[in-house]
Structures are given as C-alpha cells and as structure tokens.
C-alpha cells in the first residue's frame, strides 16, 4: 500500500501518543493486517497481534475475548460500513484509535483498484466522539494534528494547518 513510502509523521506522533497511554506489558490487539506500523509497535517492544483480514463489520468475534487488554485501530474506521458493531462487542478495557478527519477541501477517499481501500465514512471529530460513546467507550485523552506535504498548490498549503488526523485513548465504561 506504501509501496517503501512511509508516514513518517504520523507513526512518529502515533507512537509517541501510545507511549503515554499505554504499557508495553499490555497485550493489543490491533484490527487490520499486519502492516509497517503494526511491526514498528513489535520493534519498540509492544506485544501487537493483527487481525487477519476478516470483515470487520460482519465479524466481531475476533475481539469478543479478554485475552487483549488493548484494541487499536489506526485508520480503519473509516473503511467500515459500520463501525459501532466492533466498538460495541470490544471486551478489552482500553481503546487506542485514529481517524483521519474530514477535510472540507477534499472529497472523501476512494481506490478504483482495491475494494478495501475506500473511506465510507469522513468522520468529524465530534461525530467519532458520538460513536465512541454510543458504543460504550469514555474518551480520556485525545489529539488533533496535520499532516503536511511538500507540495506546492491550495490544498497543501491548507494541510499545514488544518488537522488531518484524530487521535483518542478511550477506556471501557
């Protein structure tokens, strides 16, 4: 998917943010197939497990279990149909997940090449809230931040300063 072409910013904030709300002691299990993020947590000393590439909105299954203490899920909300169904069955007590945000100057994402590559949803920050809550989770820490790109034009000039991603800790009520 990245073909050798990292979002060095993005895991750089996203491990930083995970270094303050978790334990490397804790067990997570992170929905999506393993990826470089996912082996970048195993080389900091994280114990990561991937899901398998099940379809996340018709089986919940997979975190149905207290075997995890952690769920994360970076970037893959978006993807789904329907999201509070996973968020809903999660039996772990710790949430660690990141969307990428609705950009008014940019329409929503989507591969013609691979089905699974698609935003079916551009959340707003308060609407991720509203899920998360809906579904039983109560944020504890959250952060917003960029994501700029060197390139010259509107749009890159307005990624210096709009916030891309939407980043959240949330603990079980």
Same mark, same amino acid.
């Not at 750089?12 to 999506?32: A, P, R, Y």
């Not at 470089?36 to 919940?60: A, C, M, R, Y």
């Given at each position: 998917?990245?073909?050798?072409?990292?979002?060095?910013?993005?895991?750089?904030?996203?491990?930083?943010?995970?270094? $303050?709300?978790?334990? /490397?002691?804790?067990?997570?299990?992170?929905?999506? %197939?393993?990826?470089? !993020?996912?082996? #970048?947590?195993?080389?900091?000393? !994280?114990?990561?497990?991937?899901?398998?590439?099940?379809? #996340?909105?018709?089986?919940?299954?997979? %975190?149905?279990?207290?075997?995890?203490? @952690?769920?994360?899920?970076?970037?893959?909300? $978006?993807?789904?149909?329907?999201? !509070?169904?996973?968020?809903?069955?999660? $039996?772990? /007590?710790?949430? %660690?997940?990141?969307?990428?945000?609705?950009?008014?100057?940019?329409? +929503?994402?989507?591969?013609?090449?691979?089905?699974?590559?698609?935003?079916?949803?551009?959340? $707003?920050?308060?609407? !991720?809230?509203?899920?998360?809550?809906?579904?039983?989770?109560?944020?504890?820490?959250?952060?917003?931040?960029?994501?700029? %790109?060197?390139?010259?034009?509107?749009?890159?000039?307005?990624?210096?300063?709009?916030?891309?991603?939407?980043? @959240?800790? +949330?603990?079980?009520?």
């Amino acid at each position: 998917m990245y073909e050798g072409n990292f979002p060095k910013k993005r895991y750089k904030h996203t491990l930083l943010f995970l270094n $303050e709300v978790i334990s /490397k002691n804790d067990k997570i299990l992170d929905l999506g %197939v393993k990826n470089p !993020f996912s082996e #970048l947590l195993i080389k900091e000393g !994280f114990k990561v497990t991937n899901t398998k590439g099940e379809d #996340l909105d018709l089986e919940t299954s997979i %975190v149905k279990t207290k075997e995890f203490d @952690v769920i994360t899920a970076f970037e893959i909300f $978006e993807h789904m149909v329907a999201p !509070f169904n996973i968020l809903k069955d999660i $039996e772990a /007590k710790k949430l %660690v997940a990141s969307i990428p945000l609705r950009l008014w100057f940019s329409p +929503a994402y989507r591969s013609k090449t691979d089905k699974w590559d698609r935003h079916f949803h551009e959340f $707003e920050d308060w609407q !991720f809230d509203w899920l998360l809550e809906k579904s039983g989770w109560r944020i504890i820490k959250r952060e917003k931040f960029t994501n700029p %790109v060197n390139k010259m034009g509107i749009r890159p000039l307005l990624r210096k300063f709009t916030p891309r991603y939407y980043l @959240v800790y +949330a603990e079980r009520i």
